[in-house]
T-cell receptor, first 114, second 113 residues
Framework: AQSVSQHNHHVILSEAASLELGCNYS??????LFWYVQYPGQHLQLLLK??????LVKGIKGFEAEFIKSKFSFNLRKPSVQWSDTAEYFC????????????FGTGTKLQVIP | DAGITQSPRHKVTETGTPVTLRCHQT?????MYWYRQDPGHGLRLIHY???????DKGEVSDGYSVSRSKTEDFLLTLESATSSQTSVYFC????????????FGPGTRLTVL
């Protein structure tokens, strides 16, 4: 069975600091990878996704993630965070075959201090 | 945003009472999902549907049932609510079995006293 680990549960950064959130998955086959963001009081929204091709994926709002197959990782990065990036971030993995069972990580709460 | 609504948005109920949550979509997507979100657990899949009258269990299906009589509606029922079912429930939809994205509804906050 697939699983996702997000080791950072709560991250506090000052504005303009660089961000990197870790995501590791376990699954032996081909995977699709996602990062979702949940702003306070809102539903989850897709930030970016990787299906194939260039392992460096760019998403909305200046976020990017790099798929490193040898490390089973899909870390999320942003060079300079803003207060408006305060949210909870979820990594998710789906096996690329079969029905779409997506497994979510437990989430990382990011707090950006002005 | 995808056309997904959930009702009710908030509900407080008592232990032992039945509760039904509704998810309605206007996107004509085939796949629909119910998740619960709890601190420290992220999102966990309760049930999903891959077509009208076609449903299957997720990882935390005990105590829940679902029905899908129309493409646009996916109902989640708690036959006899328990305090452990206090949670935020999210519905999601996706278009196809291929490499696709799930779109989430606004959520329902359920409190079982």
């Amino acid at each position: 069975a697939q699983s996702v680990s997000q080791h950072n549960h709560h991250v506090i950064l000052s504005e303009a600091a660089s961000l990197e959130l870790g995501c590791n998955y376990s699954y032996g086959g081909t995977v699709n990878l996602f990062w979702y963001v949940q702003y306070p009081g809102q539903h989850l929204q897709l930030l970016l996704k990787y299906f194939s091709g260039d392992p460096l994926v760019k998403g909305i709002k200046g976020f990017e993630a790099e798929f490193i197959k040898s490390k089973f990782s899909f870390n999320l990065r942003k060079p300079s965070v803003q207060w408006s990036d305060t949210a909870e971030y979820f990594c998710a993995v789906k096996n690329s075959g079969g029905y779409q069972k997506v497994t979510f990580g437990t989430g990382t709460k990011l707090q950006v201090i002005p | 945003d995808a056309g997904i609504t959930q009702s009710p948005r908030h509900k407080v109920t008592e232990t032992g009472t039945p509760v039904t949550l509704r998810c309605h979509q206007t996107e004509n997507h085939r796949y629909m999902y119910w998740y619960r979100q709890d601190p420290g657990h992220g999102l966990r899949l309760i049930h999903y549907s891959y077509g009208v009258k076609d449903t299957d269990k997720g990882e935390v299906s005990d105590g829940y049932s679902v029905s899908r009589s129309k493409t646009e509606d996916f109902l989640l029922t708690l036959e006899s609510a328990t305090s452990s079912q206090t949670s935020v429930y999210f519905c999601a939809i996706s278009e196809s079995v291929g490499s696709d994205t799930q779109y989430f509804g606004p959520g329902t906050r359920l409190t079982v006293l």
